[in-house]
Nanobody
């Protein structure tokens, strides 16, 4: 069973920075797409950023220019660097590792809380 372990969440003031990480246990990590989603209270889960096996990235409009997703295949790690954080970034952040065809492989972490507040 593949496990994803997120870390790095916490409380930060508006304008601050935080980096969340996700470590995967699968040996096929390098071929998978990795996405970060977030879910705020009372809202639907939304895609924040993604990175494919070739390193191509995509971002939600709301985080472009502020967030950066990266991966280290040797360590089976993915990172989300979050800068210029806003209160509306407050949410539980989830790591999602999956094949391009989700029916083949689709794994989720348990989430890490990010709170942006003064």
């Amino acid at each position: 069973q593949v496990q994803l372990v997120e870390s790095g969440g916490g409380l930060v003031q508006p304008g601050g920075s935080l980096r969340v990480s996700c470590e995967a246990s699968t040996s096929f990590f390098s071929i998978y797409v990795v996405d970060w989603y977030r879910q705020a209270p009372g809202k639907q889960r939304e895609l924040v950023a993604g990175i494919n096996s070739g390193g191509t990235t995509n971002y939600a409009d709301s985080v472009k220019g502020r967030f950066t997703i990266s991966r280290d295949n040797a360590k089976k790690m993915v990172y989300l660097q979050m800068n210029s954080l806003k209160p509306e970034d407050t949410a539980v952040y989830f790591c999602n590792v999956h094949h391009t065809r989700r029916g083949i492989a689709d794994y989720w972490g348990q989430g890490t809380q990010v709170t942006v507040s003064s």
